[in-house]
Nanobody, 118 residues
Framework: EVQLVESGGGLVKPGGSLRLSCAASGFTLSTHDMSWLRQAPGKGLEWVSTIFGGNSITYYRDSVKGRFTIPRDNAKNTLYLQMNSLKTEDTAVYYC???????????RGQGTQVTVSS
């Protein structure tokens, strides 16, 4: 059974950092395109970042470029989202998901809450 389980969310002050984890089971994460999505309060789901399975090329939405990275640990079958210089507008529930912005997959984790507030 394919499962994605996120962890690592929490409350952080503006300018702080968090690292989200997404543990995958039931498939080999490194051979699939994987993305992070987020949903802020009262807003729709938005794409944050993708790492492609074949070549590990990464993409980021403009608002997080230079602040977020999407590393992957193939040995642990785990995807991460390293978030630095966090802003209040980064507050959202973050989800890892299969697929990319242009070719979304059909699996998504349960989400982890990130709150950026002073």
């Amino acid at each position: 059974e394919v499962q994605l389980v996120e962890s690592g969310g929490g409350l952080v002050k503006p300018g702080g950092s968090l690292r989200l984890s997404c543990a995958a089971s039931g498939f080999t994460l490194s051979t699939h395109d994987m993305s992070w999505l987020r949903q802020a309060p009262g807003k729709g789901l938005e794409w944050v970042s993708t790492i492609f399975g074949g070549n590990s090329i990464t993409y980021y939405r403009d608002s997080v470029k230079g602040r977020f990275t999407i590393p992957r640990d193939n040995a642990k079958n785990t995807l991460y989202l390293q978030m630095n210089s966090l802003k209040t507008e980064d507050t959202a529930v973050y989800y890892c998901a299969t697929g990319s912005l242009s070719n979304p997959g059909d699996r998504r984790g349960q989400g982890t809450q990130v709150t950026v507030s002073s």
